[in-house]
């Protein structure tokens, strides 16, 4: 069985333990892989690596440091397809989805912080005091730990990665314990354009990941993962006085109202809700429709449901499996447990298809806001309905979950839109969309959701920190 190795200072290394975890893949429940269970000797390598690379790193220019990340962009593109297969096999996505969305976006979004490396913002020299000149320097953070999730191994590493470097920092990154596969290939694939230290990757599982956190050297730990993940991130980083950048799990409400075209929306909706098995922060899993058109909506969404088709990756599917068995048992745990006054209109069921993690997209009604479905995060294709009778009730319902990372609002009324967006408490809204991103545009959430931003602008700005320069002018 091979084993994966640690990336450190530019090269392969061997983990200091030989404590290994199986890599599964989850559309057969097959081990193929095994990669270690780094620790701290491991860690400490990283670290050392990176904080000696920090040096000469954060002296190159924007534009060393732009053309380093388009040539790592061109590079993954010239090697598409190795990596496409890498990533459907660890996760189980269809390989058409990563052909024909996933992959795209990855290279766009890589070549987009490869942009911003030239375009840090800055404050223009001036005198606000009479006899002194003001000026503002951005500067890189320093050493950087970083944690990826399982749900989008290769796509949240580049977020990851692509802003801190961009902004002339250094990383340290571990990926899930499920999904390091590709990760460690971007590591050893940008070794051909980065110097040795500036990128990498230590696997291992959630004790690795404690230690990565723990360990004094990063200047600011970066966690894309659960709420309860990123308490405990923060919790530690308070302790050292460590910058924190937490992008963290959602329940997104996905507000229907009335006058817009119910066959439309359900058709996006299910789409939001089923894309990646619904393993997405910000699924479109939460709907809240207006009670006059309830049931045509709920039939339209439970009709886009049955006729949604998963299984294995070279199938001509929409979705594949959970991650792992783990994921497959939490999923049906929250079914299993609904309450007696709940309808489970299709789907409720695992499906061991080839052996794999699937689950049937699945539509639940009669909920309260209370109940567990509605207040956690399922991580699966289970989308629930609930109704509201008036706009504030809707804005009430939306509202009414501990989570504030994103929610969309179907509606023909541009005022209402405006309005309702307002009232909304979340770092992302949609209107008459939902999980559309451009590299541009922040990607953030408030509440139980964290806080900071892994794209556009602003992502760089979370990667960066500010000094004032005060010279006397004679």
Partial sequence: MDVIQNFIAGSFAEARTDATAPIIDPARGEQYLAAPVSWSPDIDLAYKAASDAFGSWRRATPAERSLALFRTADALEARSEE?????????????????????????????????????????????????????????????????????????????????????????????????????????????????????????????????????????????????????????????????????????????????????????????????????????????????????????????????????????????????????????????????????IRTGGNADQLHGGYFFAPTVVTGLQQGDEMIQNEVFGPVLTVQEFESEDEAIALGNGVEYGLAASIWTESTSRAHRVSRALDFGQIWINCHLIQAAEMPNGGFKGSGHGNDLSMMALEDYTRVKHIMTAVP
């Avoid at 971007?186 to 291992?204: D, H, I, R, S, T």
């Avoid at 993962?225 to 963290?248: F, M, P, Q």
């Fill in 83 to 343: 990596f496409i297969e890498a990533e459907s096999r660890n996760t189980g996505k269809p390989l058409e989805w990563m052909r024909t969305l996933e992959f795209p976006m990855i290279l766009d979004h890589l070549r987009y912080f490869a942009t911003l490396a030239r375009s840090a913002p800055g404050i223009a020299a001036g005198e606000y005091l009479s006899g002194y000149e003001s000026a503002v320097r951005r500067e890189p953070v320093g050493v950087c730990g970083q944690i990826t999730p399982w749900n989008y191994p290769l796509l949240m590493a580049i977020w990851k990665v692509g802003a801190a470097l961009a902004a002339g920092n250094t990383v340290v990154l571990k990926p899930s314990e499920t999904t390091p596969v590709t990760t460690v290939m971007l590591a050893e694939l940008a070794a051909g354009y980065l110097p040795p230290g500036v990128l990498n990757v230590v696997v291992g599982d959630r004790s690795t990941g404690a230690a990565l956190v723990e360990h004094p050297c990063p200047d600011l730990i970066s966690i894309t993962g659960s709420t309860r993940a990123g308490r405990d991130v923060a919790a530690v980083g308070g302790g050292g006085l460590k910058r924190v950048h937490l992008e963290l799990g959602g329940k997104a409400p996905v507000l229907v109202f009335a006058d817009v075209d119910l066959q439309a929306a359900a058709r996006s909706i299910a789409e939001a809700a089923f894309g990646n098995a619904g393993q997405d922060c910000a699924a479109a899993t939460r709907v809240l429709v207006e009670r006059s058109v309830s049931e045509e909506f709920v039939g339209q969404i439970t009709e886009r449901a049955q006729s949604t088709r998963y299984g294995l990756p070279q199938d001509d599917v929409y979705y594949g499996p959970l991650n792992s068995d783990a994921q497959l048992a939490r999923v049906q745990g929250y079914v299993d447990r609904l309450p007696a006054r709940a309808t």
